[in-house]
């Protein structure tokens, strides 16, 4: 939970054992080229208890420069109803192109029946992830399916 202190300032209190208090700052972190793994949360579109069905994701991206100034090679995979199982989508993110790029991904197999969509992108070599890749949009296309 976040507080404002008595000097106009977000907080929240870090529970290490120590029970420290940390003051939020908007400083940018860094994080070196390498492994990586992001997963979204389970989208259910506003309505969990519809099947959809989906079509294609648009992902709009910055692929950055890796630190051998190859391409970028990140994985894009999918889970469907919150199982956590992931199968490929129908390409990765290989642009390595500093202006943002936008990939038309499909499901490596039609998803016809589901209530929720989950998206994981992962770097898996030292190369494979560089420190300035940024997602900058994510939009799938899907339909409701008619309830029975």
């Given at each position: 939970?976040?507080?404002?202190?008595?000097?106009?300032?977000?907080?929240?209190?870090?529970?290490?054992?120590?029970?420290?208090?940390?003051?939020?700052?908007?400083?940018?972190?860094?994080?070196?080229?390498?492994?990586?793994?992001?997963?979204?949360?389970?989208?259910?579109?506003?309505?969990?208890?519809?099947?959809?069905?989906?079509?294609?994701?648009?992902?709009?991206?910055?692929?950055?420069?890796?630190?051998?100034?190859?391409?970028?090679?990140?994985?894009?995979?999918?889970?469907?109803?919150?199982?956590?199982?992931?199968?490929?989508?129908?390409?990765?993110?290989?642009?390595?192109?500093?202006?943002p790029?936008t990939?038309?991904?499909?499901?490596?197999?039609?998803?016809?029946?589901?209530?929720?969509?989950?998206?994981?992108?992962?770097?898996?070599?030292?190369?494979?992830?560089?420190?300035?890749?940024?997602?900058?949009?994510?939009?799938?296309?899907?339909?409701?399916?008619?309830?029975?």
């Amino acid at each position: 939970n976040y507080q404002i202190d008595w000097n106009n300032e977000l907080v929240v209190m870090k529970n290490d054992g120590n029970s420290n208090i940390i003051t939020y700052t908007q400083a940018a972190g860094t994080v070196g080229d390498g492994n990586m793994e992001f997963i979204t949360k389970d989208f259910d579109f506003g309505d969990p208890s519809q099947r959809k069905k989906i079509y294609k994701v648009y992902i709009t991206y910055t692929g950055g420069v890796c630190a051998d100034d190859s391409d970028t090679a990140i994985d894009v995979q999918y889970a469907i109803d919150g199982t956590g199982s992931f199968n490929a989508m129908s390409a990765d993110l290989t642009s390595n192109s500093t202006t943002p790029t936008t990939a038309i991904l499909t499901p490596s197999s039609p998803i016809n029946n589901c209530y929720s969509f989950q998206l994981k992108f992962s770097g898996t070599d030292v190369n494979a992830m560089p420190s300035t890749f940024e997602i900058n949009d994510i939009t799938i296309i899907f339909r409701r399916k008619s309830l029975k």
